[in-house]
């Protein structure tokens, strides 16, 4: 049991500066935490400068896993990126604000697109910033 | 979809006001069943839609309740977790009374005087300006 926990992992890629966490499985709470380990020792590596975590693949998102997802992305921008959470659905928004979740100021997208698109505008800017 | 749905549904129209923005116009009382079925419609056509701004215009409600801000500020905050910003526009006297007296704290809703400057807001919201074109 432990072995095959161990052999699931969450993929992920760099686009463009930035990385891109698909999570297309149902969660548990263990993966989420490797998946939390997993994208920040891929931030520490550089050359990262924006995360997206989908999450439009999880049908099921509980207020535990929910407040591991939203830390990872805390985490990220502690680490000198932005992090967006991208694709929670209409059934997750509304079970999460009934159980009295809290964002805390990461922000939210409704698709991928939409949360590569936010972060462009920060990596244009960063760009911009450097060229002066 | 119930029979039950459908009527909310006609009662409840949700009008795009352009790309990424939506209009939700609520009209007469709203107990906490239809404000649970708005929540509902009104989420399923933020994914739908891929909606950025909702625009909650609340003049046709004549008394807001502490049970019903909840509802609206729950409408809200799951709107921010789909990534979507939400504007209330058309606050009675009377409601915005109440909810001050009935300690109702609106968190981070942006509060419009009316559904002009909420369109204007939303407009800026999503990188657009309005204004006048010089003939």
Known sequence: MEEQAAAERV???VTRGCLVVPIQVELSDELALRVQQDVLHRVCRGGVSGVVIDVSGVMVIDS???????????MATLLGTRAVVSGLGPGVAASLTDLDFDPEDVPTAISLEEGLRMLEGAVSEEEEEGCQ | MTKEMKEIKASTP???VWEGILLLPIIGIIDSKRAQEIMELALEEIARREARVLILDIMGVPTVDTAVANHLIKITKAAKLMGCECIISGIAPMVA???V??????????PCSSLREAIACAFETIGFEIRKISK
Do not use: C, E, H
């Open chain 2, 97 to 99: 009374q109440s909810m």
């Open chain 2, 14 to 16: 949700i009008a795009v």
């Open chain 1, 64 to 74: 535990v896993l929910a407040r591991i997802i939203f830390d990872t992305a805390k």
């Open chain 2, 101 to 110: 007296n009935l300690g109702i704290d609106l968190g981070n809703i942006i």
């Open chain 1, 11 to 13: 993929s992920m890629y």
